[in-house]
């Protein structure tokens, strides 16, 4: 825009160019043909070329953490075999009495029988399974309802120990104890060396 000139806001316009920095202008530009959708220009692409290239930094690449290498698999794994089904709720629930603090874990199962879930613990998974088989006898007019299979796994810490699953109303609830924490003061000796 030249200086000593008003700028011409018309109806779509949503930003007056700075001669500094480029700007969105809807409207005029447009007509003009100046605006270009989806060009990788300026900023924008030095941006996602260099997110495309950054290497991924762990949250457990401390020097101060030794040995959680297994640990940090187990999280790779869970985090790419997760997906939507079932929905699933994790709720703490407290102490009372003689029973230790528990964790339950309840899915939404809805149209599976009890022969059709299976409940495993596998190298310190919790592996929850939902099978169902279709019905070939019946002849739909619409299917909206399919057979589905799904698999939800759960890392389980050292020493959680499964206490039992219910089934009630399409609510599949498996229990788990949280185990106390022990706390645990170990003295080093240090060996004095001649040198």
Not at 61 to 70: A, C, I, N, R
Not at 169 to 193: H, M, Q, T, W
Request: aromatic share 6%; hydrophobic share 35%; charged share 30%.
């Amino acid at each position: 825009m030249a200086p000593g000139t008003e700028p011409n806001y018309g109806p779509g316009t949503l930003l007056e160019a700075l001669p500094w920095q480029r700007h969105i202008v809807k409207g005029r530009a447009e007509a003009s043909g100046r605006l270009n959708w989806g060009a990788e220009k300026g900023p924008a692409k030095s941006l996602k070329k260099d997110f495309e290239t950054m290497s991924r930094v762990s949250s457990l690449s401390s020097p101060f953490l030794l040995g959680f290498d297994e640990i940090e698999r187990v999280l790779d794994r869970v985090g790419k075999a997760a997906d939507g089904y079932p929905p699933y709720n994790i709720e703490r629930i407290a102490r009372d009495g003689n029973s230790p603090e528990r964790l339950r874990i309840t899915l939404a199962v809805a149209g599976f029988t009890r022969d059709q879930l299976d409940v495993t613990i596998e190298e310190s998974q919790l592996v929850i399974r939902g099978r169902q088989q279709d019905d070939k006898s019946r002849q739909y007019i619409h299917r909206g309802i399919a057979a589905r299979q799904f698999q939800r796994t759960f890392v389980l810490a050292d020493g959680m120990e499964v206490l039992g699953a219910d089934l009630k109303n399409g609510l599949l609830s498996v229990d788990l104890a949280r185990p106390l924490p022990e706390r645990i003061v170990k003295s080093i000796a240090i060996n004095e060396c001649d040198s």
